[in-house]
């Protein structure tokens, strides 16, 4: 069976993670602070907070910003149902939009379609790691005080504009879930240009405790912590940030090979009528996170047909980005109507990407897709 992802781990992490274990250290220290540093450096901004995922990083970022009950939150709908189970977390209600076809993305207009007098900030997610257009949104909610948090969870190595995804003025959240490109098996970091929410988000992860573990560690027997509020346990292990230090040396590469897999896909399978493909948007460059496949009414058989016939041929695939409006988790939330989202959640696969792919395992792939269209 091809997969649809498989991790880039070897023995660089084995070794970082026994390093981690033999030294003695192996919750939140050291070598946290070092991913912290590098990733920051890395996207090209300020501060790095580690963080157990990037759902609790959203989490932390709308508790420290304020935003609570009686405020509402616009959301896409097309993510995972993390980004919308966040604003809840705080007492605050999530707002479905509606994203653009092409991108997958929110917009400025999607936003306005929904924002309201309540509505204090937006949860903008670069979808399968395709960059949404950020400078139309700034414009749209800098003259109504309403805040961006970025949900790049899968975002990890695009590009907006000539920056990397993270090199903004607004807190932008990441994941290291397996399905992501950089990986520590879970968690997530928040990185943000604002030292200042940089070091409240560091307290509000240990559960507010007044000194970090680092500095209790080298303190005097008798000087005691202590908690001025009510905090977290967000944190990432020592474990953990000594792989994500391998895994981002690796991420450049992983980058270009999954545009390498992309382009080959694109070629083989954009003249097919019926199948739409993905392509970078003219303000950006994707990471190819995930290699979306929208299969139209013209393809000669429907989305799930297609994931049932490459299954037959040993090939994984999975359902595209769910509509979280629709889960019955939010039946009690009315949302506006989201044609856009609804029409390519029924109609978008992720087919296979990850960087040990070969060029034969993705011909086997678009040579079955093929013959489908032929009606085999």
């Given at each position: 069976?091809?997969?649809?992802?498989?991790?880039?781990?070897?023995?660089e992490?084995?070794?970082?993670?026994?390093?981690?274990?033999?030294?003695?250290?192996?919750?939140?220290?050291?070598?946290?602070?070092?991913?912290?540093?590098?990733?920051?450096?890395?996207v090209?901004n300020?501060?790095?907070?580690?963080?157990?995922?990037?759902?609790?990083?959203?989490h932390?970022?709308?508790?420290?910003?304020?935003?609570?009950?009686?405020?509402?939150?616009?959301?896409?709908?097309?993510?995972?149902?993390?980004?919308?189970?966040?604003?809840?977390?705080?007492?605050?209600t999530p707002v479905?939009?509606?994203?653009?076809?092409?991108?997958?993305?929110?917009?400025?207009a999607?936003i306005d379609?929904v924002?309201?007098?309540r509505?204090?900030?937006?949860?903008?997610?670069?979808?399968?790691?395709?960059?949404?257009?950020?400078?139309?949104?700034?414009?749209?909610c800098?003259?109504?005080?309403?805040?961006?948090?970025?949900?790049?969870?899968?975002?990890?190595?695009s590009?907006?504009?000539?920056?990397?995804?993270?090199?903004?003025?607004d807190?932008?959240?990441?994941?290291?879930?397996?399905?992501?490109?950089?990986?520590?098996g879970?968690?997530?970091?928040?990185i943000?240009?604002d030292?200042?929410?940089?070091?409240r988000?560091?307290?509000?992860?240990q559960?507010?405790?007044?000194v970090?573990?680092?500095?209790?560690h080298?303190?005097?027997a008798?000087?005691?912590e202590?908690?001025?509020?009510l905090?977290?346990?967000?944190?990432?292990?020592?474990?953990?940030?000594?792989?994500?230090?391998?895994?981002?040396d690796?991420l450049?590469?992983?980058?270009e090979?999954r545009?390498?897999l992309?382009?080959?896909?694109?070629?083989?399978?954009?003249p097919?009528?019926?199948?739409?493909?993905?392509?970078?948007p003219?303000?950006g460059?994707?990471?190819?996170?995930s290699?979306?496949?929208v299969?139209?009414?013209?393809?000669?058989?429907?989305?799930?047909?297609?994931m049932?016939k490459?299954?037959?041929a040993g090939?994984?695939?999975?359902?595209?980005v769910?509509?979280?409006?629709?889960?019955?988790?939010?039946?009690?939330?009315d949302?506006?109507?989201?044609?856009?989202?609804?029409?390519?959640?029924?109609?978008?696969?992720i087919?296979?990407?990850?960087h040990?792919?070969?060029e034969?395992?993705?011909?086997?792939?678009?040579?079955?897709?093929?013959?489908?269209a032929?009606?085999e």
């Open positions: 069976m091809i997969p649809v992802m498989r991790p880039w781990l070897g023995e992490e084995v070794a970082a993670a026994a390093a981690t274990i033999r030294s003695g250290w192996v919750a939140q220290g050291p070598r946290v602070a070092e991913f912290e540093e590098r990733l920051a450096a890395h090209g300020t501060a790095g907070v580690a963080v157990s995922s990037c759902t609790t990083g959203l932390l970022v709308l508790h420290a910003l304020g935003i609570g009950p009686g405020d509402e939150v616009v959301v896409p709908s097309l993510s995972f149902i993390a980004t919308a189970n966040a604003p809840r977390y705080v007492g605050a479905f939009a509606d994203v653009d076809l092409v991108t997958q993305n929110l917009t400025a999607t379609a924002a309201t007098e509505t204090a900030a937006v949860i903008a997610v670069h979808q399968v790691g395709m960059p949404l257009d950020l400078d139309e949104i700034r414009r749209y800098a003259g109504r005080g309403i805040r961006i948090i970025e949900d790049a969870a899968c975002a990890s190595g590009v907006y504009r000539d920056s990397m995804v993270g090199a903004g003025p807190p932008v959240v990441f994941s290291f879930h397996p399905r992501k490109l950089l990986t520590t879970e968690g997530g970091m928040i943000t240009a030292t200042e929410l940089a070091t988000l560091r307290t509000l992860r559960h507010a405790m007044s970090s573990a680092l500095d209790r080298a303190a005097r008798t000087d005691f202590e908690y001025p509020e905090g977290f346990n967000f944190r990432m292990t020592d474990m953990q940030a000594a792989v994500g230090i391998v895994q981002l690796k450049d590469a992983m980058v090979r545009r390498v992309a382009a080959l896909y694109g070629e083989a399978l954009g097919i009528p019926g199948l739409r493909v993905p392509v970078d003219p303000y460059r994707t990471n190819f996170q290699y979306t496949l299969v139209e009414d013209a393809f000669p058989v429907s989305r799930n047909g297609l049932e490459l299954h037959e090939v994984a695939t999975r359902r595209g769910m509509a979280a409006h629709r889960e019955p988790t939010f039946d009690d939330h949302a506006a109507p989201l044609p856009n989202t609804e029409w390519l959640a029924d109609r978008a696969m087919m296979p990407m990850y040990s792919m070969t034969s395992d993705l011909g086997m792939v678009v040579d079955r897709i093929g013959r489908v032929d009606g």
